[in-house]
């Protein structure tokens, strides 16, 4: 199984990004009940949750986050979004998909960097 991530960049303060995560080779009865999630995490700090779907369809933010990024799947395609808006210099860091599975493992994508500058 591998998660390959991508939409990362550079953008301006005040800007969009759309991140996607593909769960290649993961079957769909698989992705559909897992919890999927995005992290992030900036030079020098600990990787942390940004936002995540859960198993069940709730839906998490980090609070530095919530109104302006949407994380959102299509089943269909085994895919994960992040919908960013409005964008800030300290949203700057390497952002990581993750799709947890019920009982079939724990994976991360390989990480999207994107930079925001004032």
């Known amino acids: 199984v591998q998660l390959q991530a991508s939409g990362g960049g550079s953008v301006q303060a005040g800007g969009s990004r759309r991140l996607s995560c593909t769960a290649t080779r993961m079957i769909t009865s698989v992705f559909n009940p897992s919890t999927v999630a995005w992290y992030r995490q900036a030079p020098g700090k600990q990787r942390d949750l940004v936002a995540e779907i859960v198993r069940g369809g709730s839906i998490n933010y980090a609070d530095a986050v919530k109104g302006r990024f949407t994380i959102s799947r299509d089943n269909s395609r085994k895919r994960v979004y992040l919908q960013m808006n409005n964008l800030e210099p300290g949203d700057t860091a390497v952002y990581y998909c993750?799709?947890?599975?019920?009982?079939?493992?724990?994976?991360w994508g390989q990480g999207t960097l994107v930079t925001v500058s004032s």
């Open positions: 993750n799709v947890r599975t019920a009982g079939y493992g724990d994976y």
